[in-house]
């Protein structure tokens, strides 16, 4: 990796750290994930994307009355619309409204039969979109990487601390494939990021979390994607 990149990723990651270390006070679980996820965002996602993607958390209902459980972290379609409650962050979410949901953990280790009871809550939540045309044209990189866009509605998976092999995390993956959208995992503390078809460690690890992302928000608003992958050191699987 570029060691000017690296250099700035090992100090979001050693910053995002401390933010957790400093709030990390057993006695409010509750205060202390809400404040993990106000973190994740402020001082990485938001700072790092297009300032026209909206971060929120709340819920998603469809037409047939399905609904999500509680999300920690929605990234919406730009020029869609969702329904604050005045007063309040949370809002409702239209399927069409949501580009992917990130559910944010302090420690994954423990939590993630947790993660996965989430996911399956969107099983039955799926979007109809209707891909609109380029705005750009631009050499997209490696075919392999180019996210496919579907009705279901992807899961990204962030904690601070998890497993200590990536092994673990890859064969947490590869279990729940069939069960629910998981696309991702990031593990912050150690730069592990696993999806169904490449992983990273350390600062790629971090960098290829936000340009997966990155490309596949791109692609939904029909903008083409430069090849970021390039950037980081990422191993097929």
């Not at 957790?20 to 404040?35: D, L, S, T």
Request: aromatic letters at 10%.
């Amino acid at each position: 990796m570029n060691p000017i990149i690296e250099n700035r990723l090992q100090s979001i990651q050693s910053c995002l750290m401390a933010l957790h270390q400093g709030g990390n006070i057993g006695e409010f679980p509750n205060e202390v994930k809400g404040a993990e996820r106000e973190y994740f965002i402020s001082e990485y996602l938001s700072k790092l994307l297009p300032t026209w993607y909206r971060f929120g958390s709340g819920a998603i209902t469809d037409g047939e009355g399905n609904t999500s459980g509680q999300l920690d972290i929605v990234i919406e379609v730009p020029f869609s619309l969702s329904f604050p409650l005045i007063g309040y962050q949370q809002r409702l979410y239209l399927p069409n409204s949501v580009a992917v949901v990130i559910e944010v953990k302090s420690d994954l280790s423990s939590k993630w039969s947790e993660v996965l009871a989430n996911a399956n809550k969107l099983k039955d939540i799926k979007r109809s979109f209707k891909q609109g045309y380029a705005y750009t044209v631009e050499d997209c990189g490696n075919s392999e990487l180019l996210p496919a866009i579907n009705a279901d509605i992807p899961v990204y998976v962030v904690a601070y601390k998890g497993p200590k092999n990536i092994d673990t995390l890859i064969n947490n993956l590869d279990s729940s494939v069939n069960e629910c959208g998981i696309a991702g995992v990031l593990i912050i503390e150690s730069g592990f990021y696993v999806t169904k078809k490449f992983t990273a460690e350390g600062t790629s690890g971090l960098y290829a979390f936000v340009a997966d992302l990155s490309v596949y928000l791109s692609s939904i608003v029909g903008i083409a994607s430069s090849s970021l992958y390039n950037h980081a050191d990422i191993k097929f699987r």
